[in-house]
């Protein structure tokens, strides 16, 4: 019996960034969503001496998702290792990696690879599956490489927050919801239109038109993860245009009174939109305004969540 075939492919970018940069970025996946295109949750399920399990979720198109988990660990050289658990047809196996290579002038040297067995040796099928990863590995070492190279105008532009809400009610009740958006029109007040599809069980795409606190009317395409009971992540596929992206959850914790519902916003201002918030506006202002305007608008839905899950609890 012949021996399984292992293929191999290998994309490299040089980046103008220290290695300990280029790596961090790498490591943190939890942060990919926010520069990533395709990248839209990524949740450690565990960790131990054998690394981290992670389940990530990452958009195929304008309307499909998928999602698939493997073991990362960071070697003691500090190349990052990767491997499926399990690999999903047509694959027997599917691991790779990260290495980093310092460069002369102080840049970084990145080698993104991929190595993987079919479960039915085929030459078409194998070219197929190889071109894919080559375009997915090239499009991501060009996400990399922007993020290290622009990380400190990035961190500048980019806001990040969370508000709580207690709530006496049930998890059950709170997560109903905020997980039924196609009811939010009549629901939530700053939501005018909301279009939703879901093809697949809890991850949901839809647009929504929204009107601000400041009469600002925006149109927006969102994909959600939803993991019942616990968290839903959202990620926009088309911000508006002030921003270059936004990204965030809703997180659902019990306590022995009832629960906290926390909302979670991360955006990145859009340098190109800032007159759209007002002439001479500046990232600071742009970051200001954020805080205010998305802060509201998940404080109201928080309070209407509550206010729903309260009274299905008998207050």
């Known amino acids: 019996m012949a021996a399984a075939k292992t293929r191999r492919v290998e994309e490299k970018a040089l980046i103008a960034a220290p290695v300990a940069t280029v790596r961090d970025i790498v490591v943190d996946v939890e942060a990919w969503p926010q520069v990533h295109r395709p990248a839209v949750h990524a949740e450690i399920l565990s960790s131990d001496d054998n690394g981290d399990l992670i389940q990530h979720w990452s958009i195929m198109d304008d309307s499909t998702a998928r999602t698939w988990t493997s073991r990362r660990r960071v070697t003691e050289s500090g190349e990052v290792r990767f491997a499926h658990e399990p690999a999903d047809e047509p694959f027997a196996s599917v691991a790779g990696g ?55 105008d990035l961190r500048l532009r980019t806001i990040t927050f969370e508000d709580p809400l207690f ?68 990620k926009q596929t088309r911000p508006p245009k002030t921003l270059d992206a936004h990204t965030g959850h809703w997180l659902f914790t019990e306590t022995p009174e009832g629960l906290i519902v926390s909302a979670r916003h991360t955006a990145t201002v859009r340098p190109a939109g800032l007159h759209l918030l007002g002439a001479g506006t500046k990232v600071e202002g742009a970051r200001r305004y954020l805080r205010r305007v998305l802060s509201a608008n998940s404080m109201g839905n928080l309070r209407l969540a509550k206010e729903y899950a309260e009274k299905l609890a008998g207050f």
């Not at 067995?117 to 499009?139: F, P, Y």
């Not at 049930?170 to 599809?197: C, F, G, M, Q």
């Not at 879901?198 to 959600?224: C, K, L, W, Y």
């Open 167 to 234: 709530v006496a009610g049930s998890v059950a009740d709170a997560y109903t919801y905020l997980y039924e958006a196609d009811k939010w029109p009549e629901r939530i007040p700053h939501v005018l239109r909301l279009d939703l599809e879901e093809s697949m069980p809890n991850i949901q795409f839809f647009d929504m038109d929204t009107r601000s606190a400041d009469g600002s009317e925006h149109t927006t395409r969102s994909v959600r993860i939803c993991l019942p009971g616990h968290k839903i992540v959202y």
């Open 98 to 152: 990260f290495e980093f290579e310092e460069q002369p002038d102080g840049g970084t040297l990145v080698r993104m690879y991929h190595e993987f067995i079919l479960l039915r040796d085929d030459d078409t099928v194998a070219a197929r599956r190889s071109d894919s990863m080559r375009r997915g590995s090239q499009e991501y070492l060009e996400t990399l490489r922007f993020a290290a190279e622009n990380a400190e």
